[in-house]
């Protein structure tokens, strides 16, 4: 599994952009970036998944370079609520015993 | 709506007792997983299962044993709790195949503390 590296925290204010950028260096061909939210006492909640370019939902973006190696997920706008840890994986959906790995997240502070 | 739910939010279980953890899911999803997480160190797989009766070990299996006997439902067992075993327990299915496959659902969690 490709190890990935996030910041461990970041602080924003509300209304702003947050970005988050994670590196996968040793990413393999067949591997999906995946990101997650966990709010305090809650499981994770998926938020989006992409291979390359540019994933955009209701929620979030997600750029990913041309060489994959890393990807930043775009929090628009945020608010209070957005307080959460956001989790950056890596995995091949190929396999079928596939397996995420979780690291430690970056913990994502909004204030007023 | 999807829906994963787990037995118990809180238990609380002495030393050296036999513990079990139920999840059920409610969404016909092949996979399921167990997961602990401990402050500062995010959320580290135990054991994961892609078909019934069929298990892989994750990244932390030791002093941990898992069952699926029927679909939607995967058991986390611990043999002899120990104090270290204190923590978060998340379960989680998915479904196999295709991009579906990274999207796992949560079920709301179990605090054990073993004393």
């Known amino acids: 599994l490709a190890k990935t590296t996030q910041p461990i925290s970041m602080d924003s204010y509300e209304g702003q952009e947050v970005n988050i950028t994670c590196s996968h260096n040793?990413?393999?061909?067949?591997?999906?970036i995946t990101w997650y939210q966990q709010f305090p006492s809650q499981g994770p909640r998926f938020i989006i998944q992409?291979?390359?370019t540019k994933v955009t939902n209701e929620v979030a973006s997600l750029f990913i370079p041309a060489d994959r190696k890393s990807s930043t997920l775009s929090l628009p706008r945020v608010s209070l609520s957005d307080t959460a840890v956001y989790y950056c994986?890596?995995?091949?959906?190929?396999?079928?015993?596939?397996?995420?790995?979780f690291g430690a997240g970056t913990t994502v502070t909004v204030r007023a | 709506d999807v829906k994963v739910t787990q037995s118990s939010r809180y238990l609380v279980k002495r030393t050296g007792e036999k513990v079990f953890l139920e999840c059920v899911q409610d969404?016909?999803?092949?996979?399921m997983f167990w997961y602990r997480q401990d402050p500062g160190l995010g959320l580290r797989l135990i054991y994961f299962?892609?078909?019934?009766?069929?298990?892989e070990k994750g990244d932390i299996p030791e002093g941990y044993s898992v069952s699926r006997e029927k679909k939607e439902r995967f058991s986390l067992i611990l043999e002899s709790a120990s104090t270290n075993q204190t923590s978060m327990y998340l379960c989680?299915?998915?479904?196999?195949?295709?991009?579906?496959?990274?999207?796992?659902?949560f079920g709301p969690g179990t605090r054990l503390t073993v004393t």
């Open positions: 994986l890596v995995g091949d959906k190929g396999r079928r015993d596939y397996k995420l790995s």
């Open positions: 989680a299915s998915s479904l196999w195949g295709s991009t579906s496959s990274y999207e796992q659902y």
């Open positions: 992409g291979y390359k």
């Open positions: 040793n990413i393999a061909t067949n591997d999906y």
């Open positions: 969404m016909d999803h092949e996979n």
């Open positions: 299962s892609y078909d019934v009766k069929m298990k």
